[in-house]
């Protein structure tokens, strides 16, 4: 089991941008995808971006283009840094770390990822 803790979450106006982390703890970090997604209110949580442990990425369509997920295995933390931020971007966002080692990118399914962090909200106005 591992731990998740994000943070960076805030108000923003559209067009700004956000970074978010997220601290990983309890067991070996560096060969397990790491993910976000989020979570709009009366919405099901869907996936945001994704990076595996050779650091290949996947995006929502949604994303694309403008959130970029990188990792540093040094400090075991995960980012996403959110540019061009639009009012449909608000949510709570979540990190998650995958069920089990060296999982592909292209797995992004909620059942694919067994660990969460409590989340954070994004509120973007407009």
């Known amino acids: 089991q591992v731990q998740l803790v994000e943070s960076g979450g805030g108000l923003v106006q559209a067009g700004g941008s956000l970074r978010l982390s997220c601290a990983a703890s309890?067991?070996?970090?560096?060969?397990?995808?790491m993910a976000w997604f989020r979570q709009a209110p009366g919405k099901d949580r869907q996936f945001v971006a994704a990076?595996?442990?050779?650091?290949?990425?996947s995006y929502a369509d949604s994303v694309k283009g403008r959130f970029t997920i990188s990792r540093d295995n040094a400090k075991n933390t995960v980012y996403l840094q959110m540019n061009s931020l639009k009012p449909e971007d608000t949510a709570v966002y979540y990190c998650?770390?995958?069920?089990?080692?060296?999982?592909?990118?292209?797995?992004?399914?909620?059942?694919?990822?067994?660990?969460w962090g409590q989340g954070t909200q994004v509120t973007v106005s407009s």
């Open positions: 990076i595996s442990w050779s650091t290949a990425t």
């Open positions: 309890g067991r070996t970090f560096s060969v397990y995808t």
């Open positions: 998650a770390a995958a069920r089990a080692p060296y999982m592909v990118v292209t797995r992004t399914a909620l059942a694919d990822f067994g660990s």
